[in-house]
């Protein structure tokens, strides 16, 4: 059974790094049939997709968030982060990280959630 | 950029209402849609992908139809468990780009 859980820092600093990790269980996170995502929700709004990568590379993200935007990989752990650089208040937000499959191109599994506030 | 529209923001409806909520594209997407069940305090559920087919352990009451640019979700029959707010997404190649949300709630 696939599962992930969001973990990090709930509060951030404005102009500072936004930072959280991703456990992932019930699969490799070098599953060649997996991609990797991250997606955020405001609170009270809709959802927006940040980005999504496959373990060994190639990075997808979305252009409003592009340049600001980082993932990394610890196999060691099944673990994947996600770094968002220069945070505002905008960025606050309840972030899920989430499997996408490589063939179906859907997320079928997503964490539970994590909320971030940036707020000094 | 894509972007999708999806109507209404709001749909008040009764158990055993026949429901549509409509995703519209700027552009074709082809039939790279899904839809997905969100509940307060939840991550989304999957539904439906590639605009008509059911997932795994969805209720049949479910359907996608459309391709290009215009897609529906019908609920056939609503029931008490289906009151959520659902969201559209594009998910063709390299993209991930969601619609901005349908509450159904309780007339």
């Known amino acids: 059974q696939v599962q992930l859980q969001e973990s990090g820092p709930g509060l951030v600093q404005p102009s500072e790094t936004l930072s959280l990790t991703c456990t992932v269980s019930g699969v490799s996170i070098r599953s060649s049939s997996s991609y990797w995502g991250w997606i955020r929700q405001p609170p009270g709004k809709g959802l927006e997709w940040i980005g999504h990568f496959f373990y060994s590379g190639n990075t997808y993200s979305n252009p409003s968030l592009k340049s600001r935007f980082t993932t990394s990989v610890d196999t060691s752990e099944n673990q994947f982060s996600l770094k968002l650089t220069s945070v505002a208040a905008a960025d606050t937000a309840v972030y899920f990280c989430a499997r996408r499959d490589v063939v179906r191109g859907i997320f079928t599994h997503w964490g539970q959630g994590a909320l971030v506030t940036v707020s000094s | 950029d894509i972007q999708m529209t999806q109507s209404p923001s709001t749909l008040s409806a009764s158990v055993g209402d026949r429901v549509t909520i409509t995703c519209r594209a700027s552009?074709?997407?082809?039939?790279?849609l899904a839809w997905y069940q969100q509940k307060p305090g939840k991550a989304p559920k999957l539904l439906i992908y590639?605009?008509?087919s059911l997932e795994s352990g969805v209720p049949s009451r479910f359907s996608g139809s459309g391709s290009g640019t215009d897609f529906t979700l019908t609920i056939s029959s609503l029931q008490p468990d289906d009151f959520a707010t659902y969201f559209c997404?594009?998910?063709?190649?390299?993209?991930?780009?969601f619609g901005q949300g349908t509450k159904v709630e309780v007339k």
């Open positions: 590639k605009a008509s």
């Open positions: 552009q074709s997407i082809g039939n790279w």
């Open positions: 997404q594009l998910y063709n190649d390299n993209l991930g780009t």
